[in-house]
């Protein structure tokens, strides 16, 4: 069974550019989370979609932003992007989300110059 | 804000011995708690989960403990193995909404 995938696996920008991640649920798996990882900060909580809706979001501002398919493959969007933005960002999945345990990807490594 | 904490930034511990990996939280609305472990360039694994309604959750070599009075989760791994050298989280969730992770704990178990 494949895992969660996401896409590139590295990624360098500039400040101000915009930049779309891509993240592949396990098949089955209704549920995709993105949090984005930084050192000191854990992992913080984007937001998590459910059958193409979004059903929870945390505390970023909307430059962050993303979707979902009806194939359940998710995308998300940072637009303006500013230096503080480098962070690894990960897509995680599960069958419902809620309690369930989430798979996740190895990650969107993104840098800003 | 930092609803879930682990204060340990690092943790080293001898092979064979106990690893103990703690982790606070403020919220008492929490109802569920998950450990996961990360390894350098890959996504984070979930290893075991505990219920608010329960205090003590054991599968093989890990063991997680809820004291909820104290508001305080921990992990126990026993015995310690090089292979489990890895960043561990903890997570929390309220009503199956968003999960609230701290900031890891990086343990290296020396041989």
């Known amino acids: 069974k494949a895992g969660v995938t996401q896409t590139p696996r590295y990624l360098i920008k500039t400040r101000g550019q915009q930049v779309t991640l891509s993240c592949s649920p396990i098949?089955?798996?209704?549920?995709v989370s993105w949090y984005q990882q930084t050192p000191g900060q854990g992992l913080q909580f984007l937001f998590e979609?459910?059958?193409?809706?979004?059903?929870n979001k945390g505390n970023f501002p909307g430059r962050f932003s993303g979707r979902q398919f009806s194939n359940s493959r998710s995308e998300m969007n940072v637009s303006t992007l500013e230096l503080g933005d480098s962070a690894l960002y990960l897509c995680?999945?599960?069958?419902?989300?809620?309690?369930?345990?989430?798979?996740f990807g190895d990650g969107t490594r993104l840098s800003i110059l | 804000d930092q609803q879930v904490k682990q204060n340990s930034p690092s943790l080293s511990v001898q092979e064979g011995r106990i690893s103990i990996l703690n982790c606070d939280y403020t919220?008492?609305?929490?109802?569920?708690f998950l450990w996961y472990k990360k390894y350098p360039a890959e996504g984070p694994t979930f290893l075991i989960s505990?219920?608010?309604?329960?205090d003590k959750n054991e599968d093989g070599r890990f063991t997680v403990f809820l004291n909820k009075s104290a508001k305080h989760l921990s992990l126990h791994i026993v015995p310690s193995q090089p292979g489990d050298s890895a960043v561990y989280f903890c997570?929390?969730?309220?009503?199956?909404?968003?999960?609230?992770f701290g900031a890891g704990t990086r343990l290296t178990v020396k041989p």
């Open positions: 919220n008492s609305m929490f109802d569920y």
């Open positions: 098949s089955g798996h209704r549920s």
């Open positions: 505990i219920s608010s309604i329960k």
């Open positions: 995680a999945s599960s069958r419902r989300g809620g309690n369930q345990p989430q798979h």
């Open positions: 997570a929390a969730i309220i009503n199956n909404n968003d999960m609230r």
């Open positions: 979609y459910f059958s193409e809706t979004q059903r």
